[in-house]
């Protein structure tokens, strides 16, 4: 196979991660290295199996290491050659971050400076950065707007992602790497991790478990399919209009937290038990993408509404529970 552009995909084996790796390899003519450290915030075994299909390849690599640990990167990109880096290992999630704010923020932010030097040391011109709509704190402006100000994140995982952010604008002005930062809307689909609300709430209503529910369950979210997601990532890749930019990747459709349990309720055929909870701090009311700059930029379309999610998203969890026994 003739290989004409060279991806590293950083937390390649997760679940972003490894639907892009399907989608770079299912095109051809790429070669993949995936950098991921299998951590135990979930099961490894999960991270592994996502990719396991692609282990040797020719055109795949993996490399199990940890982005703060600059030494294993420089060797890293001593032996190859990178047309783009995707950047989308963090630590993740808002409630963890709360306990572990070092942990996050030597991970989000110094992995992600490693990562930018070794990208000037070695001339790479295409960056593409895994952000969060976290970074909007609570926005009363809706829908979220890249240009919206985000000096006032309301968690250490937010604060992180948006320090990433101005690191990538830093690494873009001085050494002319192009950085494009991805404002990622509550991903969902197959394979998604286990510890967020739909899959959670998926497995525990099957199980006829009750589901924490924090607040009153109006909170809102714009729950964006993964096929959506990939779109994005993918036209992000080939973008080269300009050296810097933020750019938002949602559905730009809210849906009340009730809503989505009635949602999972139907297309599950189970009724939730409900465990009412408090509200949980660094959690938003709500979230909201202006897609209008997505749209122009990457001719980003999403084409999957909640409710056709939510169908595809069970289908896949009860052929994983099925294949799981």
């Known amino acids: 196979m003739r290989i004409s552009r060279r991806a590293l995909v950083t937390g390649g084996a997760g679940f972003i991660g490894s639907h892009l790796v399907d989608r770079l390899l299912g095109e051809g003519g790429w070669h993949v290295t995936v950098l991921d450290d299998f951590n135990d915030f979930y099961d490894p075994q999960i991270k592994r199996a996502n990719i396991a299909a692609h282990v040797g390849r020719d055109d795949f690599r993996l490399i199990e290491g940890d982005i703060r640990d600059r030494e294993m990167l420089r060797s890293l990109f001593a032996r190859d050659r990178y047309d783009v880096i995707v950047h989308l290992a963090a630590r993740a999630g808002v409630r963890p971050s709360l306990r572990e704010p070092f942990l996050y923020t030597e991970t989000n932010v110094g992995g992600t400076l490693n990562l930018l030097e070794c990208a000037r040391e070695q001339g790479i011109e295409q960056f593409i950065f895994g952000s969060s709509s976290s970074v909007y704190g609570i926005n009363a402006k809706v829908p979220f707007n890249e240009e919206d100000p985000i000096r ?154 909640i409710e056709v999610g939510i169908r595809h998203f069970v289908e896949w969890f009860r052929r994983d529970r099925a294949a799981a026994w």
């Open 152 to 305: 006032q994140p309301i968690s250490p995982y937010a604060a992180t992602k948006a320090a990433g952010e101005l690191l990538c604008h830093t690494y873009s002005h001085l050494y002319d790497i192009r950085c494009i930062c991805l404002r990622f809307f509550t991903v969902y689909g197959a394979r998604q991790r286990p510890d967020l609300a739909i899959h959670k709430f998926a497995r525990l209503i099957d199980e006829g478990r009750p589901i924490p529910v924090f607040g009153d369950g109006t909170t809102r979210r714009d729950y964006t399919y993964i096929d959506d997601i990939l779109q994005g990532v993918r036209a992000a890749i080939d973008y080269r209009a300009s050296r810097y930019e933020i750019i938002n990747l949602g559905e730009s459709r809210t849906v009340e937290l009730r809503e989505l349990i009635a949602l999972l309720e139907r297309e599950l055929g189970k009724r939730a038990v409900i465990s009412q909870q408090p509200p949980q701090p660094g959690d938003v009311p709500q979230t909201f993408a202006d897609i209008t700059k997505a749209r122009r930029l990457l001719g980003y379309d999403p084409q999957t509404p």
